[in-house]
């Protein structure tokens, strides 16, 4: 039997490194990720074209902002969760460093190989080669857990938990093999178009979206008060966006961006999003609007793919694409980031309560509204039917920027402060 105070000591040692990982893929997210994104928009506006613009710079932001942000955020969560229920212990601390060190050394050097073109041919596969080991090191980890029952028993969220994590190793191998292929005969680190945009597809509709999936079926019902989850309405929205995924890849986008959307509209379904609760929610320690923004974020996911439909159909300037994907991260990811992971990252690292709900509302506000007029003024500038659209682009950049800067202060001072048995503890003394 394990001396509890030895369990004491790996659970700080978990939280410490799970801390860690959180502050890092908040680093990512502002500086690689949102004020390149940020410098990015405001030259493709100044020239009214995205042509002028070096695409290895705007695929580093990108890269920085769904493995540097995102993924960051995914692993370690994972560590700390997922080594917890696999009872893991000193083991899986060691491993959450040297996973750490792995993955944040590799996505580092993926955006400055994109920005400063340094010895591109090596730096850009070799850049791969640590995410990929990163990952597989967390996976290696984590693969002791054992679900309780046989595996016909297994709760749908960790089903849709696992798939995103096979997604995940799927996206990192696939960036593996373009980041070789470009190497050899690639002309500079920008990944050519069609094989980017299929990627992409495997990218973003694969471990955040099949992640967020499982994790709302397993913390909506509780938080939202929703009634518990359909799994074969998700089941069936594992297969169609499984299948959407394999019809992007082949090409077939009109076919993958329709499953795309029936996909979308399964999950949402299935999870009860948009039905009435069954329960008051729980928005003990945040803002009462949680449960109207996780909503939002489920609308945006079926916007972005009824305009991936449309780009299949008629874009011809990659203003629907683009508008799609930001609508898919920024309007989706993003918002459920910034709602679920306000409501259980302080608690993670180290049973912390959130700094400032009033702060959660004043960041989740201005990225609805950012991403709208995103979407909105992308469409209708980058397609042609509104012009005088461009100078929004930029304006809705900043107020992104706004957004994502508030969320990590919020998040930072949540970090800074003690646990909350510490400062209570403090009160009664004092």
């Known amino acids: 039997m394990t001396h509890p105070d030895t369990l004491r000591e790996h659970e700080l040692a978990l939280q410490r490194a799970v801390t860690v990982w959180i502050a890092t893929g908040l680093a990512f997210m502002l500086l690689p990720g949102t004020f390149l994104g940020v410098w990015n928009l405001i030259g493709i506006s100044g020239q009214q074209s995205a042509a002028e613009i070096d695409p290895a710079w705007l695929q580093a932001h990108g890269h920085a902002q769904m493995f540097g942000w995102i993924g960051t955020f995914i692993l370690g969560i994972g560590f700390y969760s997922l080594s917890k ?43 791969a080669v640590l995410e990929l080991a990163g990952f597989i090191r967390f996976f290696l980890t984590v693969s002791g857990h054992k ?185 989706f990811i993003s918002t459920m980031v910034f709602a679920i992971g306000q409501r259980v990252l302080p608690a993670f690292c180290g049973m912390r309560v959130l700094f400032s709900p009033r702060l959660m509302f004043a960041a989740l506000a201005p990225l609805s509204a950012g991403c709208a007029l995103r979407v909105i003024s992308e469409i209708c500038a980058y397609e042609g039917y509104a012009p005088s659209l461009w100078p929004l682009l930029p304006l809705s950049a900043v107020i992104e920027m706004t957004a994502f800067t508030l969320f990590a202060a919020n998040l930072a001072l949540t970090l800074l402060q003690p646990p909350a048995h510490l400062k209570h503890a403090k009160h009664a003394t004092a």
């Open 85 to 127: 229920m696999a009872g893991a212990g000193r083991i899986a601390v060691r491993h959450a460093w040297l996973s750490w060190a792995l993955w944040t050394a590799g996505v580092a050097l993926r955006w400055a190989t994109n920005l400063w073109h340094w010895e591109w041919r090596l730096m850009l596969p070799l850049s």
């Open 147 to 331: 679900a309780e029952g046989p595996p016909s028993k297994m709760a749908m969220w960790m089903r849709l938990v696992i798939a995103g994590s096979i997604a995940f190793l799927l996206a990192l191998i696939a960036n593996l093999g373009v980041t070789i292929a470009n190497s050899l005969s690639g002309a500079s680190p920008a990944i050519p178009h069609e094989r980017n945009q299929a990627l992409l597809a495997l990218i973003l509709w694969g471990f955040p979206v099949l992640s967020i999936w499982g994790f709302s079926a397993r913390w909506l019902p509780v938080f939202l008060g929703l009634k518990a989850p359909e799994d074969r309405q998700l089941k069936a929205a594992l297969a169609l966006n499984a299948a959407a995924i394999v019809a992007a890849a082949g090409g077939w986008w009109l076919a993958g961006t329709t499953l795309f959307l029936l996909g979308a509209g399964a999950a949402a379904a299935g999870l009860h999003v948009f039905s009435p609760p069954e329960n008051p929610p729980k928005i003990n320690g945040v803002h009462s609007t949680f449960p109207a923004f996780v909503r939002i974020a489920y609308g945006w996911v079926l916007v972005s793919a009824v305009i991936g439909v449309a780009a299949a159909l008629w874009d011809h300037a990659g203003g629907l694409w683009g508008a799609s994907r930001h609508a898919l991260t920024v309007g």
